[in-house]
């Protein structure tokens, strides 16, 4: 009787076993120091191969596919899907434990880094040979890596001269032979020369093999070494000069050592994808990190600043017009007003894992850097339609910022490729150890111009929610999605695909105007515009009217101003602002409401008789992201407080009274100097 013929997905089944089995050996010999690391390195490498092209094999297959009927097709393949993942994410932390990444280094290797080198040899050498440690010491530090064969897929030729530009670059010369020890989708691999150096080099300068095509090319490299040589010092050192240039106009924006961070480190994300409770495609949040971990660089504290021009005497983007005394207005490239709608189909983290907040962090992005500060808006959830995001909820009352999704964005970047950025975050707290954490579940983009340049029409767009980070490519949210055959089939699939939906609109001639009066690159929730004017008029004014001259750095007493920013970043009291202005506009007559003098003179009583009296109560919780505890409490003392300075105010007759400062029943944080002092040199940009 012929053996009985086996479906594809049993025989996935099985390599799945198989690389299983291989993973729990290597693992095992790993542990025991059976081999060396090298050996055990390529191990892992072939096996990571193995598993990937596993995966791959999975993901076409459909129940079309199957000889004979197979009962819980889906589910089962969604079993074997979730083992490959498993096996690869304990591949990928065993391939970060064979090769940490090292430090790189330019031209001669310095005695710390040779010190380093020589440990890190001993380590492995005291791995192989304990008993023998003390006897090979000296050889040990003579002894140089050593490449593998030249047949070795994971040698490389470098193309072109790269210049490490950050910590953790490699410096390579073209020629040079390179062994890759790492790949990473970002297109930065980690590799390591003949003198046993490591770091990151750009791919694209890379070509697989280590012999070069003819001996024309060796003999231009000759020519230009020569070249080089004859140009002595100058050379030299106008690369530097230009280097250093580089780096300091880019210092602000390069994103790319928080991304290789990301794609290296190994946190609670890493260990709940192991487990099955990330849905693939989901990522360590790439923004998140960016505001946690870059201080106030990308928050929008930091853009509502006034910047200083180039040879950094006067502001490069606050101007006072002389005739009116108005902000002087200022038209950027891109000056967009839109509205987040929702998103559907958005994979929902497993179980174990209690999600605190659901929002989309925003940006101006040109595809390789960040250009403005990241604004946040939470998503309003339902668990009847886990998979659906919901903004601008319908309520009664002023909408919280945190919730609102009508947002504008200026920028005056020339890149062809600008657009926004828009990446999808859960904020998560594991059941079992507490851990909180932030993930991305996909990213999209919005490019503000066609093809030929002109700008997108006010429309509704349809984004598709790109798996992995920003700089990676082609990675799908949901790799459980069969392919569709028929047309049906694919409509079907195509609704089923995450979607990001956004509506870009005008803005009426009031709001125009308001915008225009903000810094030249800005993007924030549009409810607050107004306020947002109000700020800029007071900075201009004590900027550019009241210093004795524009040379004059002193310190300015101002508590509107050395305070106001921090609202951009706790938007619950840019709520309470609001409200309390809201409050002292209904009171006002038309003609008050044009008077220019009279609008700023009640603002700064307004801002001082609540949202700077609630900045110094003790009784107010720091602000803490998706922490609910703390954010009802923070909600509860804010609007006591406003209702009961409403009742003072209302006794007293006037806005903004002292005697809201001198009422004993409410207590205050002891004085602190910066509470009342601008420093201009300290926060412009």
């Known amino acids: 009787m012929p053996p009985k013929r086996r479906g594809p997905l049993q025989l996935a089944q099985r390599e799945v076993d198989e690389l299983k089995k291989q993973v729990d050996s290597l693992v095992k010999d790993v542990h025991s120091h059976v081999e060396s690391p090298e050996e055990a390195f390529r191990r892992c490498q072939d096996l990571q191969m193995s598993a990937e092209k596993t995966q791959r094999t ?86 140089v890596v050593r490449l593998p064969h030249q047949s070795d897929p994971r040698i490389y030729t470098v193309l072109s001269n790269f210049k490490g530009e950050q910590d953790g670059d ?181 179980v174990g894992v209690q999600v605190l907040s659901r929002h989309i962090r925003i940006c101006a992005f040109d595809g390789t850097q960040v250009l403005s500060n990241i604004h946040t808006v939470r998503a309003v959830y339902n668990s009847k339609s886990p998979k659906t995001w919901n903004f601008s909820p319908r309520m009664s009352g002023i909408l919280p910022t945190l919730l609102d999704g009508d947002c504008f964005i200026r920028c005056n970047s020339a890149s062809p490729d600008l657009g926004i950025l828009f990446e999808l975050g859960v904020t998560f707290i594991r059941n079992s150890t507490g851990e909180k954490g932030d993930l991305s579940c996909g990213w999209a983009f919005l490019k503000l111009t066609d093809d030929t340049g002109n700008p997108l029409p006010n429309k509704t767009y349809e984004l598709p929610v790109n798996g992995g980070t920003p700089y990676e490519k082609d990675v799908e949210v949901e790799v459980s999605v069969t392919k569709a055959s028929g047309v049906f089939q694919q409509m079907l699939q195509a609704r089923r695909q995450p979607k990001l939906i956004v509506k870009l609109k005008s803005a009426n001639s009031r709001t125009r105007m308001q915008l225009s009066l903000l810094p030249d690159c800005l993007l924030y929730c549009l409810n607050c515009v107004h306020l947002l004017a109000l700020y800029r008029q007071l900075l201009a004014d004590t900027l550019l009217m009241d210093r004795p001259t524009m040379q004059n750095a002193d310190l300015i007493c101002s508590p509107v101003l050395s305070t106001f920013p921090v609202l951009m970043d706790q938007t619950d009291l840019l709520d309470a602002l609001r409200g309390a202005w809201l409050y002292a506009d209904t009171g006002m007559s038309r003609a008050q409401k044009r008077d220019l003098p009279y609008l700023k003179q009640e603002f700064v009583k307004v801002y001082m008789s609540s949202v700077y009296f609630l900045l110094h109560s003790p009784s107010l919780p720091c602000h803490r992201w998706a922490d609910p505890a703390s954010e009802e409490q923070r909600a509860r003392v804010i609007y006591t407080i406003l209702d009961v300075l409403k009742h003072l105010q209302h006794t007293a007759g006037q806005m903004g009274g002292p005697e809201v400062f001198f009422d004993t029943t409410h207590q205050h944080l002891a004085f602190d100097i910066t509470e009342l002092t601008f420093d201009l040199l300290h926060v412009a940009r």
């Open 58 to 143: 999975l993901n076409t297959l459909t129940k079309a596919d199957e000889l004979a009927p197979v009962g819980n097709y889906n589910q089962r393949k969604q079993e074997e899907e979730r083992r490959i993942q498993d096996i690869l994410e304990r591949l990928n932390t065993l391939s970060l434990e064979l090769s940490p990444p090292g430090p790189s280094t330019t031209g001669n290797v310095s005695k710390d880094d040779s010190e380093d080198d020589e440990d890190d040899e001993d380590d492995d050498s005291d791995s192989d040979n304990d008993d023998d440690e003390d006897d090979d010491d000296d050889k040990d530090e003579r002894k």
């Open 170 to 350: 490699l410096s390579v010369q073209r020629g040079e032979v390179l062994q890759i020890i790492r790949k990473s989708a970002d297109g930065w691999w980690m590799a390591q020369d003949t003198k046993g150096k490591r770091g990151v080099v750009p791919k694209t300068y890379l070509k697989i093999g280590s012999g070069v095509d003819d001996e024309d090319e060796e003999d231009d490299d000759d020519d230009d070494d020569d070249d080089d040589d004859d140009d002595g010092t100058e050379k030299s050192e106008e690369e530097e000069d230009e280097l250093n240039d580089d780096r300091d106009k880019s210092a602000s924006h390069s994103n790319w050592s928080t991304v290789r961070k990301a794609l290296t480190e190994i946190d609670a994300t890493d260990v709940l994808s192991a487990m099955g409770a990330i849905p693939s495609g989901f990522r360590p949040s790439t923004l998140n990190r960016l505001l946690t971990e870059e201080g106030v660089t990308y928050r929008g504290s930091h853009y509502i600043q006034p910047e200083l021009s180039q040879s950094q005497l006067s502001f490069k983007d606050l101007f006072l017009d002389p005739d009116s005394g108005r902000v002087r207005a200022r038209q950027v490239r891109t000056c967009v007003c839109f509205t987040l709608w929702g998103c559907r189909m958005i994979p929902t983290p497993g």
